[in-house]
């Protein structure tokens, strides 16, 4: 089934490990030569190894967002975080990670080529494989970590009650609390849960500057606004848990099409669509080591579709994809970050797109403090937590809501998690 859900993303999209690749915006601009295959698959079209090329085509992509070809046909393209990038011209959709070698440790991107990746007709019916490089050479560049020593890792999770004692004696403007549930997980399981080591941007895009006309038309909103109670009427599905694996990119996205599809239908449909057919089943994004909303919300549910819970139950592990292949998809029908590309997005187009279309995938920091949170409006509050070792990762949620704090005037986002309903204010 084909239902019409705009999938619009902002920021990263969405988070995470990924891949390791470190490939910036001044990278990738310019001139490609994109290699590709016979058009003649459809979208079970593997693109594990490349096959004869058949077509060779040079495209310039440019500041912001314009890509030309040799004839002069204009088209869009984004980053996607700082690990592909998608080109749609010409009536055709690309898409491929950059290229790169080694691990989260230490990686060399060689960001003037990529991966085989793939490429589709608009009625996503025409596939092809492609790889592209670039025209430039753009210097290798090395990326190296800190780990986290294994053993750190391994070991099982802890709370920090001073840290939390900590947290609740220093503000008011948000509670923290223990939770015991967390002690079954490792540091690393937590981690994973939390977004997982990987790759963060040190320097993502700022917000684009707001326009006088984004600000008019936010001007005329709600100064209180919540998918859960649009007149009394709740949009959002129920809250789910995650568990030990770096799959909240996956939650968030389908999270919002769940929401996508209960708005369009007046909640006639009320799916629970499947997590683990996403991650099990694309290469689009990197199982339970991360992925973007952009790819899955988005490009995933646009190639592929998504399908019911019951057509590939969760397991919270990087399994084989047995999706029961009888099982009816659901389509989106359009996509993108907001403003367009990624790098486009501010507040205002937030705001915006949360009200006239429904529940945002977004990705948030997370700090050490965060993993306690119990309710209020959250502030890192810079407290270290003495046990477990912690890195700064990216975490994907749902937008579903936003108002203004009665006693304080403070202004906040409300958004779903994906780590269960007894996390934080019912999840
Ligand atoms: C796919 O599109 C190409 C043109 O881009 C066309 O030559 C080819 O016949 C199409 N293949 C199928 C299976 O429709
Ligand atoms: C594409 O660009 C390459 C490198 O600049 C050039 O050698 C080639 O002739 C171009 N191909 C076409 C079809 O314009
Ligand atoms: C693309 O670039 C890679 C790495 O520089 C090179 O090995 C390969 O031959 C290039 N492919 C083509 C078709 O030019």
Known sequence: MLIGVLAVLCVAGAAIADTPANCLFEDIRGTWTFYETERSGDNTLSCDTMGPVVYVKNFTLDFPNTVMDELGHQGTWTLVWNQGFEVNINQRSYFAW??????????????????????????????????????????????????????????????????????????????????PEHEKYTVEEMMQRMGGPGSVLTNPPRPAPATSEQRARVSLLPENFDWRDVNGVNYVAPVRDQASCGSCYTFASLAQIESRVRIATQNVRQDVFSTQDVVSCTPLAQGCAGGFSFLIAGRYAQDQGVVAEECNPYTGK?????????????????????????????????????????PLAVAYAVYDDFGNYEGGIYHHTGERNEFNPFEYVNHAVLLVGYGVDEATGEKYWGVKKSWGDAWGEAG
């Open 318 to 358: 990087d399994d084989a994809c047995v999706t029961d292949s009888t099982c009816s998809r659901t389509y989106v029908s359009d996509y993108e970050y907001l403003g367009g590309y990624y790098g486009a997005c501010n507040e205002e187009l937030m705001l915006q797109a949360l009200v006239e279309n429904g």
């Open 98 to 179: 950059s290229y790169y070698e080694g691990n989260f440790i230490s990686a060399t991107s060689y960001c003037d080529r990529t991966f085989t990746g793939w490429s589709r007709d608009a009625t996503v019916r025409n596939w092809s494989c492609f790889f592209g490089n670039k025209t430039t050479e753009v210097p290798p560049r090395e990326t190296k970590k800190m780990s986290i020593p294994s053993a750190m890792l391994h070991q099982t999770y802890k709370n920090d009650h001073q840290m939390i004692e900590r947290i609740n004696g220093k503000q008011s403007s948000w509670r923290a609390k223990a939770y």
